[in-house]
Structures are given as structure tokens and as C-alpha cells.
């Protein structure tokens, strides 16, 4: 992926999440903001590589913005009820939604002749991925044997 091509998806990750955090206790006006903002993403990344508007692959596109947007709404209703954990949820989702959809308008402007179909089980992956790690209990792999292993005997003077 280009440097430039990086910083644009960087930064349209970056108003997403912005955006989503900030309109977090409105359910759904998350959804309603971002979706445009990664349409505008689309088209962006069109003219980057030079590629007609005509040729960019639409109707896997919108698959890609209004599923993720129909995950993170689910999402929202489930985690966005927990008052700390839904504002990071919901940005971290819209992170994910992002990359995804970058990542595969990328691949498909790069090689236009047959785009790979996309499956909302892959979208839901994609947007429930981050939240698992993040909700995953963090641990110290170690500390378990420690304990389990006795204290070594004191060396006879």
C-alpha cells in the first residue's frame, strides 16, 4: 500500500472514530455520519488511482458500508450500553469498518478485472475482531506457573 494511500485511510479512520465517539449516546446518528464519510472514502480513493467512478464496484462497496453499519448499530445496542465501554467500542468499530473497507477498495481498484464478492460474516468478523481483543482479559502468561512452581528450597550452609 502507498505512503499516501496509508495517511488518506489513516485520517479517514481518525474522523470516523472521532465522530463515532463523540455521537455515541445518540443511537444510530453514529451510523447516519460515518456512512457518508466512507463514501466520501471511496470516492477518494477512486481518483487517487485514477479509476473512473463507473468502474469503482458499488454494489460490494455498499455491501461493505451499510453491513458494517448494521454490525456496529447491533454492536452498539449490546455494548453501548455500558457507559465507558460503548464510546470506545464504537470508535473502535468504525476504525475496523474503515480498514476493511480501504483495504478492500484498494485490492479491487489495484486489479479492477474481477473484485472478490464479500460476505457479511467477513464484515462482522472484521468489526467484531477488535472489540474480542480488546475485551480479552489481559494477563500475564507467566504468573500462573509461578505459582504452581514451589518455592525453591533454602541452599544448606
Same mark, same amino acid.
Request: aromatic share 8%; glycine share 6%; proline share 10%.
Given at each position: 500500500?502507498?505512503?499516501?494511500?496509508?495517511?488518506?485511510? @489513516? %485520517?479517514?479512520?481518525?474522523?470516523?472514530? +472521532?465522530?463515532?465517539?463523540?455521537? $455515541?449516546?445518540?443511537?444510530?446518528?453514529?451510523? /447516519?455520519? +460515518?456512512?457518508?464519510?466512507?463514501?466520501?472514502?471511496?470516492?477518494?480513493?477512486?481518483?487517487?488511482?485514477?479509476?473512473?467512478?463507473?468502474?469503482?464496484?458499488?454494489? $460490494? +462497496?455498499? %455491501?461493505?458500508?451499510?453491513?458494517?453499519?448494521?454490525?456496529? /448499530?447491533?454492536?452498539?445496542?449490546? /455494548?453501548?450500553?455500558? =457507559? +465507558?465501554?460503548?464510546?470506545?467500542? @464504537?470508535?473502535?468499530?468504525?476504525?475496523?469498518?474503515?480498514?476493511? /473497507?480501504?483495504?478492500?477498495?484498494?485490492?479491487?481498484?489495484?486489479?479492477?478485472?474481477?473484485?472478490? =464478492?464479500?460476505?457479511? %460474516?467477513?464484515?462482522?468478523?472484521?468489526?467484531?475482531?477488535?472489540?474480542?481483543?480488546?475485551?480479552?482479559?489481559?494477563?500475564?502468561?507467566?504468573?500462573?506457573?509461578?505459582?504452581?512452581?514451589?518455592?525453591?528450597?533454602?541452599?544448606?550452609?
Amino acid at each position: 500500500m502507498e505512503p499516501k494511500i496509508r495517511r488518506m485511510i @489513516n %485520517k479517514y479512520s481518525a474522523v470516523a472514530a +472521532v465522530t463515532s465517539f463523540v455521537t $455515541q449516546p445518540i443511537p444510530g446518528a453514529d451510523e /447516519l455520519i +460515518v456512512v457518508p464519510i466512507h463514501y466520501y472514502l471511496s470516492v477518494s480513493m477512486a481518483r487517487h488511482h485514477g479509476v473512473s467512478l463507473l468502474a469503482v464496484p458499488w454494489i $460490494q +462497496v455498499s %455491501k461493505i458500508i451499510w453491513g458494517g453499519a448494521g454490525v456496529r /448499530l447491533f454492536a452498539n445496542f449490546t /455494548l453501548g450500553l455500558v =457507559p +465507558v465501554v460503548g464510546l470506545f467500542s @464504537n470508535a473502535i468499530t468504525a476504525v475496523a469498518l474503515t480498514e476493511l /473497507l480501504a483495504r478492500y477498495l484498494d485490492g479491487a481498484l489495484r486489479a479492477p478485472a474481477s473484485p472478490r =464478492p464479500i460476505s457479511l %460474516k467477513a464484515i462482522r468478523e472484521a468489526v467484531e475482531g477488535p472489540l474480542r481483543a480488546w475485551r480479552a482479559p489481559r494477563r500475564w502468561p507467566g504468573i500462573r506457573r509461578a505459582f504452581w512452581r514451589a518455592a525453591p528450597a533454602p541452599a544448606p550452609a
